[in-house]
């Protein structure tokens, strides 16, 4: 099976590939509009660390940042630019996949500041400026799904704008993300939005799951906790998947697609394998059903369409044989919820560290510029 079979095959699953990086040399080069010519790529995410790492290298910023300097413009106001003008070019790229799909792929996502993650008023004022600041409706803007991130997600929805709902771990927040999602279409709906227009997906992050629960298990060093080593990241996703259902068929769903609404699909987040003794498709071909989004680091998406083994759905109907996988887990002596909390903050911690990077970055690079 030749690499765009593979790819397609997904696809024809049900599974939009998303490229999960953005960076001005791939605009430039014309990498990404071949991934989307030839790959099957429909859509992008980016976060801090993509835009730290890209910031970082090479010169394609360096015309840009010069005209910056120039107006005197501060760190973040260049930071504002550099990144959204890379969001809005994709954007213009992914247009004609926007238009085909409806409005469904072809998404570019962006994400608020991550020092306000903790801040559901100034979440939500980022939220709006980075929509009119980029002025694309293909965008989805990143919030994250921390407690002052719900009402945020709902507030944000509620004003039109698409939003990608990132760094969900657990399944008790997964739900309480898509009642925030309901939430917000209904007060769209109220606020006079046509709700056909909102997009949302759900960010679940896959892999560092396993890491942070794999450590445990190799901390505790029973036989019963190793063998349970690489079994979380996959069975969590496939409990993720089955509460989507679930709640995508409840009477209070209905009623909003009965308005137009669109579904909140699922993304699986975070599957670039972190442990080099484990695959490095399993989290593509053990994560293939209908109505999600995949979005992977490159080295991911070239694997998968290298080796990949896309046999079909492998989510439905899982659902109890994962919940088994985490009764085992706490059997084993693994605290689920201390998990989640300890990923959740990481997730935090990790994004404004990079975005401390990018400021860093684009400081220095602003200081040269001037002379």
């Known amino acids: 099976m030749s690499s765009t079979d593979r790819l397609a095959r997904l696809s024809e699953a049900g599974v939009s590939i998303w490229l999960d990086d953005l960076s001005r040399e791939r605009l430039d080069s014309g990498n990404l509009a071949g991934l989307i010519r030839d790959q099957h790529v429909v859509g992008v995410t980016t976060n801090p660390t993509i835009f730290a790492n890209a910031l970082s290298k090479g010169d394609a910023y360096d015309k840009q940042v010069g005209e910056l300097a120039a107006r005197g413009a501060d760190v973040d106001a260049a930071v504002r630019e550099l990144t959204t003008t890379d969001v809005r070019n994709a954007a213009d790229l992914f247009r004609d996949v926007y238009t085909a799909t409806n409005g469904v792929d072809g998404r570019v996502s962006i994400e608020v500041d991550p020092r306000l993650a903790k801040d559901t008023d100034a979440t939500v004022a980022e939220a709006q400026d980075l929509w009119k600041t980029v002025d694309r409706p293909n965008i989805l803007v990143k919030i994250p799904a921390t407690e002052e991130g719900l ?62 629960i794999d450590k445990r298990l190799d901390a505790i060093g029973t036989d019963e906790a190793k063998a349970l080593r690489g079994e979380a990241a996959i069975a969590n996703a496939r409990i993720a998947y089955a509460a989507y259902e ?32 484990y695959s490095d498709t399993r989290y593509v071909d053990q994560l293939v059903v209908a109505n999600t989004v995949n ?67 684009v400081t220095g690079q602003l200081a040269k510029a001037k002379g």
Do not use: C
Request: zero cysteines; a negative charge; charged letters at 25%.
């Open 295 to 361: 979005t992977m680091p490159e080295k991911t998406l070239f694997a998968a369409a290298d080796h990949a083994e896309i046999e079909g759905d492998k989510v439905s109907g899982t659902e109890a044989a994962a919940r088994e996988v985490f009764t085992k887990l706490e059997a084993a002596g693994v605290d689920i919820t201390d998990v989640f909390l300890v990923l959740e903050n990481e997730g935090v911690d990790k994004f404004e560290k990079s975005w401390s990077e990018l400021l860093e970055t």
């Open 246 to 277: 679930e709640l995508f068929a409840s009477d209070r769903w209905k009623a909003l697609a009965a308005d137009g609404a669109n579904v909140q699909r699922p993304l699986w987040a975070s599957t670039g394998v972190k442990d080099p003794s």
């Open 151 to 212: 009402p945020a997600i709902t507030r944000t929805l509620a004003e039109g704008i698409s939003v990608n709902v990132t760094l969900i771990f657990s399944e008790e927040r997964y739900r309480a993300v898509i009642d925030a999602y309901f939430a917000g279409l209904e007060q769209a709906k109220a606020n006079g939005h046509d709700l056909k227009g909102i997009h949302s997906v759900a960010s679940f992050f896959v892999s560092r799951v396993d890491a942070e």
